[in-house]
């Protein structure tokens, strides 16, 4: 119960932190292409992965025993990076938030392949609602999607993609370190690869901005694996709907942006159909063998 506590409270911090670099994202989407961003923050991520890994209590390094899951993992998080990236530009931060939302529902589909866990029939369900409620966006019709949606979609996959990998490789090494410099080496590199196709001149109130951007982004991405280590995928997923609260104050604050009825319907669909995927994993009539097989955090 403890553990459970503690994993929540840094799912809750995780927020908290995961907005605000969400916020800095819009705010810097419309002047720059995503190379420039993140191969600056990657690299940033990197020197202070570098520096941390020099403290006397980091005993493991950046060694890790999971290659292969690390570099799906990098990947991963790399793709989800970029079409985070566009779909900010693009749309509203509440109605992001909707695609987020369907991060619960798909790393319950993803657990089950990837981790074993098991997967019932009701996670089909919970995601078809979810979909329905993302559907709502488009109150004229498909024909109102844009590259903005598709974006945002692309960022919920590669994101829970990223978020379950993260768990497997909990699974079998306790370096959290190396789970946030490796995926930020890889999107130093890709960026890199394509910086000097966009870059343009940065002012210094942009540079900091980055640099806060990046300082945020290596401290939430380090409360998220230690989270994982205390709470399964499909519980911690859900928790992260805590992140729309801080997305309509940031983005009222901040882009004076205020969701539409739809959006607000939209959201309360998806966040019920993860809600009610957490509350079938813990209904009463599941036995404790159950239980303790689907929420052990060590093989």
Not at 81 to 92: E, K, Q, W
Not at 178 to 201: D, H, K, S, T
Not at 206 to 232: E, G, K, P, Q, T
Not at 247 to 262: Q, R, S, Y
Request: hydrophobic share 60%.
């Amino acid at each position: 119960m403890k553990a459970s506590l503690i994993g929540a409270a840094l799912v809750a911090l995780y927020t908290i932190l995961i907005s605000s670099a969400d916020a800095i994202t819009k705010l810097i989407a419309g002047g720059y292409a995503a190379p420039q961003l993140f191969c600056l923050s990657g690299l940033i991520v990197v020197a202070l992965s570098l520096l941390v890994d020099r403290l006397p209590s980091q005993q493991q390094g950046l060694r890790t025993r999971s290659p292969w899951a690390m570099a799906v993992r990098s990947g991963a998080t790399v793709l989800a990076a970029v079409c985070f990236f566009n779909a900010f530009g693009a749309l509203p931060l509440a109605d992001v938030f909707l695609f987020i939302g369907l991060m619960p529902l798909l790393s319950g589909l993803m657990s089950g392949l990837i981790l074993r866990e098991q997967v019932r029939p009701s996670a089909w369900f919970a995601l078809t609602a979810g979909f329905v409620g993302v559907l709502s966006l488009f109150p004229g019709g498909l024909q109102a999607i844009t590259n903005g949606h598709l974006f945002g979609l692309g960022a919920a996959v590669f994101g829970t993609l990223s978020i379950v990998m993260s768990r497997y490789i909990g699974r079998h090494e306790s370096n959290v370190l190396a789970q946030v410099f490796y995926p930020n080496l890889a999107l130093f590199v890709a960026m890199g690869a394509a910086l000097p196709f966009v870059w343009v001149p940065m002012p210094l109130s942009d540079l900091a901005w980055v640099v806060v951007y990046a300082a945020v982004l290596f401290s939430a991405r380090w409360v998220l694996v230690l989270s994982l280590r205390n709470l399964a995928v499909y519980v911690v997923t859900p928790l992260m709907n805590l992140q729309f609260v801080w997305m309509v104050i940031l983005g009222a604050v901040f882009f004076g942006e205020l969701p539409t009825t739809a959006t607000l319907l939209g959201v309360a669909i998806v966040m019920a159909s993860g809600l009610y995927l957490v509350w079938e994993q813990f209904a009463p009539e599941h036995t404790e063998d159950t239980f303790v097989r689907n929420f052990k955090t060590d093989p």
